[in-house]
């Protein structure tokens, strides 16, 4: 079946570095793709999303590109804030939605 | 505009009790989620509805959970009896149709012990 595989937190930066968020999936279908974020205290919210391969999602200062070749749609971040920590879904959507375990990001000051 | 609204915010619960959640979703939202959320998880869809009929209740354990949504507009869903394992966050959510953007709720945390 589909599956979200996204790499293990917690993952912590210093703020103004660049971060990223591998994730992989499988798909039988042609998934959309998505990222959540959920900041502490507060319900998951749309990040960023990509319906077809090639697509680039970005909002907030990230960014991530629909591949299809390698399955992949990573998040990156030029420059990280403190206000950025949070934990991180990586999501897809064929005829459900299909989370990752998610990733803890803490951004240092 | 309102967000998906759940009660209560969090609940604990002895083994073998019973425990309801509700969750009244966006004004005009036809499609309804339940996930559920075990710490260091993902979410893990339970439910999903359009309007007051279930499209997909595959991963929902039938022995012990329930969820109705009648009228198509406000959801319950109900565990009974519950669980160590059941201790996790439900959370609901809703979208327009089944292909447009989710909206979350803030969930409801359950501790069974």
């Known amino acids: ?89 990586c999501a897809l959507r064929d005829d459900k939605i299909i989370f990752g375990k998610g990733t803890r990001l803490h951004i240092l000051p | 505009e309102a967000g998906v609204a759940q009660s ?23 499609t309804l989620y339940w996930y559920q ?4 998880q993902g979410p893990k869809l339970l439910i999903q509805f359009q309007n007051n009929g279930v499209v997909d209740d595959s991963q929902l354990p039938k022995d012990r959970f329930s969820a109705e949504r009648l009228k198509g507009v406000d959801s319950t869903l109900k565990i009974q009896p519950a669980k160590l394992e059941d201790s996790a966050v439900y959370l609901c959510a809703s979208s327009l149709a089944a292909n447009f953007e989710a ?8 501790t069974v012990v």
């Open chain 2, 103 to 110: 909206f979350f709720g803030q969930g409801t945390r359950l």
């Open chain 1, 1 to 89: 079946g589909d599956s979200v595989t996204q790499m293990e937190g917690p993952v912590t930066l210093s703020e103004e570095a660049f971060l990223t968020i591998n994730c992989t999936y499988t798909a039988t279908g042609y998934p959309s793709l998505f990222w959540y974020v959920q900041y502490p205290g507060e319900g998951l919210q749309l990040l960023l999303k990509a319906t077809k391969a090639d697509d680039k999602g970005s909002n907030k200062g990230f960014e991530a590109t629909y591949r299809k070749e390698t399955t992949s749609f990573h998040l990156e971040k030029g420059s990280v804030q403190v206000s950025d920590s949070a934990v991180y879904f």
């Open chain 2, 37 to 40: 959320q075990i710490l260091g």
């Open chain 2, 8 to 30: 209560p915010r969090y609940k604990i619960i002895e083994k073998r009790q019973s425990v309801a959640f509700w969750c009244n979703p966006i004004s005009g939202h036809a």
